[in-house]
């Protein structure tokens, strides 16, 4: 399979307005405790719908493929490091992509190497990877890596200044509004 940006994130709602008029979105579902991918992947959260709903505003010719890797837990979105492990291994087996965003962040790695060592494999695939900071301010993972681009919000920039690249070493693109 082929797909220009693999989304990581909680689904996605085809069926959203904006996104209704496409055909080249695709969504899968890595259920917990497998490496099996199921259909059913239905954005339990909104986030993933307005990912992919930015992405086709700004490029409506791409192709993707959601990946959901949550699950809701009294009504919040959970997922685990090994299942975003298990997604980039899944990528880097089964997925022709250029891009691989990554809406999920991992705060203190008990799998570290595991996930230090899929997410540098894809990017000498010459897979580019995309990754959020969590928007406290936390330094995240895979976002903290040299190798992956790493974006973060900032509630005290400007409102409206948008999107910024950044000299620091670990965050790579900032946004003034918290609309990662």
């Not at 099996?36 to 990912?51: C, E, Q, R, S, Y």
């Not at 980039?88 to 891009?99: A, G, N, P, W």
């Not at 976002?143 to 948008?162: C, H, K, L």
Request: glycine content about 6%; proline content about 6%; hydrophobic content about 40%.
């Amino acid at each position: 399979m082929c797909f220009d940006i693999v989304v990581i994130d909680c689904g996605v709602d085809i069926r959203h307005p904006a996104l209704s008029s496409y055909s080249d979105i695709y969504c899968t579902y890595l259920p917990p405790h497998s490496d099996k991918l199921v259909p059913d992947a239905i954005d339990i959260f909104g986030h993933g719908t307005a990912v992919t709903g930015i992405i086709k505003a700004i490029r409506p010719q791409t192709t993707i493929l959601s990946l959901r890797i949550f699950d809701l837990l009294d009504g919040n979105p959970i997922s685990s490091e090994s299942r975003l492990i298990s997604a980039l291994q899944y990528i880097d087996k089964h997925i022709e992509t250029k891009v691989v965003n990554i809406s999920s962040t991992i705060v203190a790695p008990t799998k570290m190497e595991g996930l230090a060592t899929i997410t540098r494999q894809l990017t000498k695939k010459g897979v580019v990877l995309v990754s959020t900071f969590e928007n406290d301010g936390a330094l995240t993972y895979p976002a903290a890596f040299e190798w992956v681009i790493g974006i973060a919000s900032d509630q005290f920039r400007t409102p409206g200044a948008g999107f910024a690249l950044t000299n620091d070493p670990v965050i790579n693109i900032i946004d003034s509004n918290q609309r990662i």
